[in-house]
């Protein structure tokens, strides 16, 4: 019996694959395009919570304890074992959260190599070093590490269910922590196949890796119990939240949230490439990416040919569950609703509609959003202003480049953004000042997928990073130890140092530093 055919099991003692606990509630978990039940989870309560973090406690001594080749064994064993497994994790990916098996499997395999890039770069970036004491302390050795945090608690998105809590749980475990992860609600059966897989491919430290199920209470637990960090994806307003319950455990958060994501297409940009980009930014996965591109400031130069283009390979999308549609349901069916009101909004402004709108045929079939393209939305719209997370873009005419710049960071996110030049140093100018912790140039989304980047955002979107030597560092507490090599002839930390001490140190230090102005 696969693992995801596990999941369909529920016993007395368990829901799926994951430890009911006490617990008696429980939730189904369905599939947006056909309403079937995919799975049957606990709602786990603190109490529940608080065994599986005293758990992990132990298991975290045991973790850390192997060092970084005991833990880069496992973890590759792990990626090996997800490897093996991709199609029946794409097909269980498909099944709950909706994309299709194709887009599911270009997910996986992302977070397959982030996982391979954290175990293998976890001794570089937080062995043991020296570092130079500098003058006051010449004759002392100075030490740096980056020593675990204990218990990282993650809770999970539903967009990408794989990848995205990957980008924390996998550098986590690197790091030399245990994990407890709470997947959203809505994809609790991808979060239980992945913690079920690592107890296959991981016996002798199952517990470094667990999962929680069930709603907002579920999460808020892992901050009352407490965790040593939680890092969050999902919404500003669902994170502002999380902080606030963290808060009152003092407990450290890392916030991974929304994004209103621009493009800008300067003079003499590749106009069939950027309008490539735009569409599969905007409208793959549905548009439920937050780092998916929602709008577009396009030079007068290009305009009219880039709408142009954009059009004709927006009506060739088709939203559906079979094997040959673009994209999938929107996964949250509350999403829908945001979407006719963000272009119910734009359409009142007086945008004008290119593909989709509001009318029946933007809503082919419950469950699913077409591909829509709006112009000329005034920039207090809605649709320019708020995130959208639906398959929607926003295309505006600006006079040039500085213009498009001014918009794109004219907005309380800053996730990430793409710039379209031919121009290397005009485009790495523009992306340098574009208002975000991430940005491509001449493609969208590629940062993601270069497991050395750090992945994160400013303002509304978040703080804190994951991926990288960043997303490593990101879960351990640096140590600082200094060793006294030998004894000065004056100590000057000392209540018994002479008394004209002091004064010949500031000499010295006016002699080397005074000189500077």
Known sequence: MSLAEQLDTVTGSAAGTVDRHATTETFESTAPASGAVVGVFPVHDEAAVGE????????????????????????????????????????????????????????????????????????????????????????????????????????????????????????????????????????????????????????????????????????????????????????????????????????????ELGGKDAMIVDDDADV???????????????????IGIERVYATEAVYDRFVDAVTAQVRTLRPGADGEATYGPMTMSSQIEVVRR???????????????????????????????????????????????????????????????????????????GAVFSASKDRAMDLARRMRSGMTSINSVLTFASVPALPFGGVGDSGFGRIHGEDGLKEFTRAKAITRQRVPLPVNLMSFGRPANAADALARVMGMVHGRHR
């Not at 304890?65 to 496992?74: E, N, P, S």
């Not at 069939?272 to 937050?290: I, L």
């Not at 509001?358 to 393209?373: H, K, L, R, S």
Request: aromatic residues 8%; charged residues 20%; hydrophobic residues 45%.
């Open 272 to 290: 069939a490439a950027a309008a490539d980009a735009a569409v599969w930014g905007a409208m793959s996965n549905g548009g439920q990416t937050c």
């Open 52 to 255: 599986t973090v005293t758990r992990a406690r132990a298991a975290a001594e045991r973790w850390a304890a192997l060092g970084f080749d005991g833990r880069k064994q496992r973890l590759s064993a792990y990626r090996g074992y997800l490897a093996r497994r991709m199609h029946e994790l794409a097909d269980l990916v498909h099944r709950e959260n909706g994309k299709p098996h194709a887009d599911a499997i270009l997910e996986i395999t992302l977070a397959v190599d982030h996982l391979a890039w954290a175990a293998g770069h976890a001794r570089k970036t937080l062995g043991p070093r020296r570092v130079s004491p500098g003058l006051l302390a010449a004759n002392h050795a100075a030490y740096l590490e980056y020593q675990p945090l204990g218990v990282v608690g993650v809770i999970g998105p539903w967009n990408y269910p794989v990848f995205t809590p990957m980008g924390s749980i996998a550098y986590a475990l690197a790091a030399g922590n245990a994990v407890v992860f709470k997947p959203s609600e809505h994809t609790p059966a991808v979060g239980a196949w992945l913690a079920a897989a690592w107890r296959a491919a991981v016996p002798d430290n199952a517990d470094a890796f667990q999962v929680v199920t069930g709603y907002g209470a579920t999460g808020a637990a892992l901050c009352r119990v407490p965790v040593d960090k939680l890092a969050f994806t999902g919404s500003a307003a669902t994170g502002k939240k999380v902080m606030a319950a963290c808060a009152e455990t003092l407990t450290p958060v890392l916030m």
């Open 342 to 416: 963000h272009v119910a909004d734009a359409e009142a402004a007086g945008a004008r509609v290119v593909t989709g709108g509001t009318d029946a045929d933007a809503f082919p079939a419950e469950g699913y959003v077409a591909p829509t393209v709006l112009l000329d939305v005034p920039e207090t719209s809605a649709a320019v202003q708020e995130e959208t997370f639906g398959p929607t873009l926003t295309i505006t005419r600006v006079r040039d480049a500085e213009e498009a710049l001014q918009r794109a960071n004219d907005t309380s996110y800053g996730l990430a």
